[in-house]
């Protein structure tokens, strides 16, 4: 009991501060989150809620003597009549409003994850699911993936940056009235507007966008039990690195090589606890500078991770102002909070433009591109929502819109057929997601396979026939 008074004291400063509903997903970032990240929730707001709704109440209840009664079936009597007087308390209300209630929880399926201590049957499904429950048998994909032979005979070097939490809306790219694209603004980058993630949180997005499982039919099963786009890319005949600022691949790069960066290290990006993302840089100079194969680069951003989000850019990035630099975000105006935000952005696309001058530098050897997209989007306070993670079904769509930029070089796409004008005409297309992704991303790269659905491969219909 007193376990379950504790935590449920934490669920409850989650829900009432970030609108925070745990169901099997949010359990599931729970388990999947770092200590560094756990710990940046830890705040004066939420220490108190602890201590007065859990500590105090847990106090109280271990100071209850229980006695036993003398007779068994007196105990069993007066057991029955508490449930009975509960069960007819219940069933007054049911009669009297049952009209209003029957609407609300058919048209909100999600009031039932409002009720703590739903958070233990949450958890505990997560555990089953975790240690008990047998993966399926691992299904190979795409074996009968090849590289197409580029026009111009140079190897493809593709970078696809997997950003965090940053959504469509704080891009200049897509309509925002602010300069936070300064220094990726005259690359030419090519930036699809209206694409829909997955999930509202990175344990399902990642895995989800990879897999050529999309959003309606995906299973998270399935997808750890079978190849993805980065798989199969590296059976195609590419040399994969996987480098990793954000706690994990989430299963992507179980079969490939991976280098985590280690944040307990103190050094110009990293304070102990985390790094900022031009930690990667190096290690991808040395991946590009390395031999002369084809080579398809990942880069796994913290980007835009709250609620900390000042812990994720240097000083020198902290131009939108006055921002919120406290992890206790709701105590902040709506103002503060999306500059924050808005600065992470910013140095998000700092840090992309410096992958683009270290490829520009290998045009004369590679035909080279880069490829950007968010796993999901975040609330920054509109209607009440903060952070991400929200069921599916209900979630804002700053939550679940996110950007998808691409840098595409005319060397590359005259090498690899492609009609650049025509990807361009394709910004504003309607009904885009990361279900386009797996079968873009193949067909972007050079990989023929059947695998590959023509009807959600963005360039499909715009390669140049010969």
């Not at 940053?166 to 009235?177: I, M």
């Not at 509202?200 to 050529?212: D, E, R």
């Not at 679940?400 to 025509?422: D, E, I, S, T």
Request: charged residues 20%; glycine residues 6%; aromatic residues 12%.
């Amino acid at each position: 009991m007193i376990f379950l008074t504790i935590t449920s004291s934490m669920a409850l400063y989650a829900e009432v501060n970030y609108h925070t509903l745990f169901n099997n997903a949010v359990i599931e970032s729970i388990f999947e989150t770092r200590s560094d990240e756990a710990m940046s929730y830890i705040n004066a707001d939420s220490i108190i809620y602890v201590i007065v709704f859990g500590i105090v109440p847990s106090i109280w209840i271990a100071m209850v003597k229980i006695t036993k009664r003398e007779s068994f079936i007196k105990d069993i009597v007066a057991r029955v009549a508490l449930i009975g007087i509960a069960c007819t308390a219940i069933l007054l209300v049911g009669l009297t409003t049952f009209k209003s209630y029957a609407s609300v929880g058919r048209n909100n399926h999600f009031l039932n994850r409002m009720i703590i201590p739903g958070h233990v049957y949450a958890g505990g499904k997560y555990l089953y699911t975790k240690f008990i429950y047998k993966p399926l048998p691992f299904k190979q994909q795409g074996l009968d993936a090849k590289l197409s032979l580029s026009k111009n005979h140079k190897p493809t070097l593709f970078v696809m940056i997997l950003g965090e939490t940053a959504r469509t809306y704080n891009y200049a790219y897509n309509g925002y009235n602010k300069d936070i694209n300064p220094y990726t603004k005259n690359e030419g980058i090519i930036s699809f507007k209206n694409v829909e993630s997955c999930g509202t949180y990175t344990a399902l997005s990642v895995p989800c966008m990879f897999s050529n499982l999309t959003r309606a039919h995906y299973n998270q099963d399935r997808a750890y039990s079978q190849d993805n786009a980065v798989d199969i890319i590296h059976r195609a005949g590419a040399k994969v690195l996987w480098l990793d600022n954000d706690g994990g691949s989430k299963g992507v790069a179980d079969r490939v090589n991976y280098q985590a960066i280690d944040p307990s290290q103190h050094n110009q990006f990293c304070n102990g606890t985390s790094c900022y993302d031009s930690v990667m840089l190096d290690k991808a100079q040395r991946f590009i500078d390395k031999g002369d194969t084809n080579k398809f680069l990942v880069l796994h951003l913290i980007g835009s991770h709250g609620p900390t989000y000042f812990k994720r850019y240097p000083k020198a990035f902290d131009k939108f102002k006055p921002s919120c630099n406290r992890s206790d975000i709701e105590n902040c105006t709506d103002e503060e909070i999306k500059n924050v935000y808005d600065n992470t952005i910013l140095y998000t696309d700092f840090v992309t433009e410096q992958m683009i001058k270290m490829l520009k530098a290998k045009e004369d050897k590679y035909n080279v591109a880069l490829l950007y997209m968010s796993d999901h989007g975040e609330s920054l306070g509109e209607n009440g929502f903060y952070l991400h993670g929200a069921p599916f079904s209900i979630a804002p769509k700053e939550q679940k819109h996110v950007p998808w930029l691409l840098w595409l070089p005319n060397q590359y796409a005259q090498a690899k057929g492609l009609n650049k004008a025509c990807l361009e005409k394709k910004e504003n297309q309607a009904g885009l997601s990361q279900d386009n992704l797996f079968p873009s991303l193949l067909s972007l790269y050079g990989v023929k396979s059947k695998v590959i659905n023509p009807n959600l491969d963005i360039a499909a219909s715009c390669r140049v026939k010969a």
